[in-house]
């Protein structure tokens, strides 16, 4: 009975103590805007550099943005649990990349019920809630791969793909935006084989390596993004094979893979871009303002020739 | 649990039960403690914090890892460990994905394959434990990779959408309290997570299995000296989690509308870190429900409660790892001065 006695004390303690500590709070908070941003990731370099885009923003426009993604791509309910927490801040507006978007309805919803305009980033949501959606066009981005590709091995002969996985948009996307182009507009192509190693380098360099194996006349691998791409330079590195490797997205190894000569080059988004147009749009959204119902932030060709000039080294990250 | 190492077999489990539920109410009052320090603290840092539909956020944040952490009580409790509690939770959604959209059978038929599917995993694994001998860690070990694969197969590495079968949103994110009072819409996953806890607790408190449960965490030699089928018990234990584990695969699929093929590795670690602030002790032999209640609540409120602060989240990890910690320790010293 004393421990239940205990319990209540402290519980009716604490619902008090707390009350009034939010009302005090309340009064003093300030005016400036919030804008969380939940994106699909958080430690790959990648949604780093996204979030560099993103504070940049901030910054410019004066607001406050938080930036936070679940650990990994699989983790939708995590990242649902993290947009609750975003709606229950009271934001201004909402950044969010949805990693499943008919997950996300319920709360997108309640955030068009709040007037609390959502701005979609990355690959978009599959809804009409978002007043806008900055993404990069990633089946015209794969195509350019395929022209590069096209343009290295002499418009014939046998090439792969390393893809991260079949599921998600990007990796559909630029799968299909690849291998539509190599069938339309170069028949003397032809792809032999197509595989997903999950964005893992080391599993993506298996991969790589029996591709290798099977196909001893093979000219040249698409890799998909950044770890499929490192994978597939280490699967030909290992193999001693010279062929013409396409990468995806930057970062500091993918760069020195460039740099040595061992890939030929890669395509490169522009998530700096992302990041900034994503709180731009916020910002402008949340005012009244008009938004373009799509922002495209872009996507760059680099090689060993251009990736040290102002414009593509400015959206390449490490 | 030194003391009841030398005891008759005979009084070893009541014994254990007793000594448990006498720790319990002390380790319980703690985690309490803490949980209320937590929500005053947030509720004097934010606004934002002690609102309605935040806590009803918070709630609903709870009710699959609090599920999860249920199941693995039980199992901690009999001194072993189940490292597949998440990836049977995600293979448990996907067979009620299979039964509900790609056969198109009626909902109570998905949701039944779903139990049945987490039971018969766990009689699996209890099998392998207590015939084969294989350590409780690896066994499900092994069986996290198994079950982690199989769904990836049966969904086709694809979501699976629930859409041709309206109602399935309403098992987490509809409100029968909500209907009944209008003014508290409490999301029927967490009235769910409330009954399976119900249950549980029930069954550990007053049946023999709950007895057997302790009492093999306790002393499993001495049980099995005094004749009793510990096999059987243990088996038992593992296939009673395993069903609890296909309701959290419920959850978490009416959640999302969908059931995610590649998610659930990692969800294990989150449920035994409940289980473990809750004050269940790893090695067996003591432990409670409503314990791990709390410290499945503790785990989201701190998530909750960071995140409405704003604090960064490389910051939110060290934090959550630091409490861990320190629960644990705080139970140690409690447990030396008793």
Known sequence: MITRRNVLAALAAGTLLAATGGIALAQESGQKMYIPVISKGFQHQ????????????????????????????????RQIDM???????????????????????????????????????DSGVDSDIPVTTAATDNVAAAALAADKMAELIGGKGQIALVVHDQTSRTGVDRRDGFTNRITEKYPEIEIVSTQYGGGDQLQSTEITKSILQANPDLKGIFGANEGSAIGVVNGARELGRQIVIIGYDSGAQQKQAIKDGVMAGAITQNPVGIGYETVKAAVQAAKGESVPKTIDTGFFWYDKSNMDSPEIAAVLYD | MSSTTGTPAGTAAPGAAAKARFSGAQQRLLAFASLIVLVVGFSLASPNFLQTSN????????????????????????????????????????????????????????????????????VCSGTIIAKLKVPPFIATLGMMLILKGLSLVISGTRPIYFNATPGYTDIAQGSLVGTLIPSVPLPNGVLILFLVALVAHIILRKTILGRFTFALGSNEEAVRLSGVNVDRWKIAVYTLAGGICG???????????????????????????????????????????????????????????????????????????????LAVYTDMLRRRKV
């Open chain 2, 247 to 325: 309701v959290a695969g419920l959850l978490i699929s009416s959640r999302l509308n969908s059931a995610q093929p590649a998610l659930g590795q990692g969800y294990e670690l989150d449920a035994i870190a409940a289980v473990v602030i809750g004050g269940t002790s790893l090695s067996g032999g003591r432990g409670t429900i409503v314990g791990t209640l709390i410290g499945a609540l503790i785990i989201s409120v701190l998530t909750n409660g960071l995140r409405i602060l704003s604090v960064a989240q490389e910051w939110q990890t060290v934090v959550t790892g630091s409490i861990i910690i």
């Open chain 2, 55 to 122: 806590i009803l956020a918070i709630l609903q944040a709870t009710s699959v890892n609090g599920v999860l952490a249920v199941a693995a009580t039980l199992v901690i409790i009999t001194g072993g460990i189940d490292l597949s509690v998440g990836t049977l939770m995600t293979f448990c959604a996907v067979i009620a994905g299979v039964v509900l959209t790609n056969w198109g059978m009626p909902l109570p038929v998905g949701i039944l394959a779903a139990l049945a599917a987490g039971a018969a995993s766990g």
């Open chain 1, 46 to 77: 990648f949604w780093q550099a996204v979030k560099s885009g993103a504070d940049k923003a901030a910054a410019e426009f004066g607001v406050e943005i938080t930036f936070e993604g679940p650990d990994t791509e699989s983790q939708v309910d």
């Open chain 1, 83 to 121: 947009l609750a927490a975003a709606l229950a801040k009271q934001p201004t507006a909402i950044g969010f990349a949805a990693l499943d978007s008919q997950a996300a309805i319920p709360l997108l919803q309640q955030a068009k019920d709040a007037n609390i305009p959502v701005i979609a980033f």
